[in-house]
């Protein structure tokens, strides 16, 4: 297929990188991600055009995947645990999509077995879902002992050549990738137990409240996101948040940031993030003290016989290990990229002193290998400020753009944007019913204008955005799903949430009256 005719989706990426990502965190984490979450797995179910099928891009500074790269996961799962999220890959929500993928032609192809065979045995700790959680749990201890190695050798890299600091960028790499490759599959086997436990919560417990049981079942579980957000209205309690338990609180989770996206401040580069973060917070809403996914422990809502019983429990503890994991792991992660943004900083400082930057900063606007480049004498100062200088003026106005389409065929944008409208179906990510006035958020800049009682309007949600979940009676996010970190926090709060309305932070104003539905996954201007 010609290159202007590929499919491409915003779905994979979207939530992850909600705003344009700016050229020095793409040089560094598409190469990753492409590697460790397409072109891998492709090659796991023996796909013979790996090595050359185009997976991702950028287009207009947003990052997009291939269609076809889901077209063929997704083929090899049959209906019954096809995951409910999947939908967002495919234009309309189409799942039947998938079946005209290419490849494998049947499942009982034998090169699809033989690739499939080799890849369990090679990696059949990951592959199960009975014990990959366990593996992260051995490997989080080898990634922050990694970390901290690096970050011990801060001070001396400051004085060090460029090549010891390429050096500790190389390390920093590998361990994002040991990272994702661990990660990949806990994304996958979240998918498919909580597809499992809806399944059984609609088959054995009630079909009509199915979606909402599982959701509850899995709430409740204690997480990174929420310990964070506890230290946080620890430190809301304080007269004054300036002082030792905000310097405290910054040694523990300085790394955390708003985005993923390297170029965006660090709680520990910005402290001034968490102030106005603790300024926001409500005291009079807290997270249920509910040991974890209590709801499901009455009688009407649990399977009738003991078998059933045992197997949905079965299924909903392993859910719950992985519902967990998402959240954990995206703040692990963030230790090992702020390690990264520091280290491109220091270099930063020196091109600063050779005047190819006007600031620090700047430094995004480049890209890994003109870095390289520049250090290695094959890029003079003036060409590295011109094309810093030319991208940075791109950026900007892609940054003014409101939309981040969901589909593009080639350059050609797939969906256009519809007229408004007064209703707007789609999934239902948390249980409840909500009415109040509408507050479109479009970044982590704008919280602090929200207020309490209204229906928070975005784009997508980051686990740094916890906090004013305690003030919001509803959230309408236009990215992620049910196993998303809106989700996840909407449940804990029990705010009623809807996700993927395209465009909504366009289609509805600050100050409109609407109604969020969680159950039905219906939203209305009222």
Known sequence: MAENEILWTAGFFNERFPAPV????????????????????????????????????????????????????????????????????????????????????????????????????????????????????????????RVAGLRARFAALEQAPPSEIFAALRQAENIHRDFLRIHRWSLTHADLTFTALRKLSCAWVDRERGDEIAARAASGVPNKTMEVDADLRELACQSQVAGPKLEEFLAEHGHRSFSLDIAVPTFADDPMQVIRLVQGIDGTRRLSKRAPSADMRGKEEQPGSIIQRWIFNAVRQVAVKYVALREDQRYYWQKSLAVSRHLYLVLASRLVAAGALARREDVFYATHTELADFFESRMTPASLAASVAARQTEWDAYRREPEYPLFLRGDRLLVAVTAKERVWRARAISPGIARGMARVVQSATELGAVQRGEILIAPSTDPAWTPVFSKIAGLVVARGGVLSHSAVVAREYRVPAVAGIANIVNEIETGEMIQVDGNKGVVTRL
């Open 22 to 145: 700016s050229p020095l965190a793409w040089s560094l984490l598409g190469p990753l991600i492409e590697e460790t979450a397409l072109r891998e797995p492709l090659r796991y179910l023996g796909y013979p055009q790996v090595a050359t099928i185009p997976l991702t891009r950028l287009w207009r500074g947003h990052p997009y995947t291939n269609v076809l790269a889901f077209q063929i996961f997704y083929k090899v799962f049959p209906d019954f645990i096809l995951p409910a999220d999947c939908y967002r890959y495919f234009p309309d929500g189409d799942l039947h999509i998938r079946r005209r993928a290419p490849y494998p032609r049947s499942l009982f192809s034998p090169r699809f077995l033989l690739s499939i065979g080799r890849a369990f045995l090679s990696d059949w700790q990951n592959f199960s879902p009975f014990h990959n959680y366990r593996k992260w749990a051995r490997h989080i201890r080898d990634h922050d002992r």
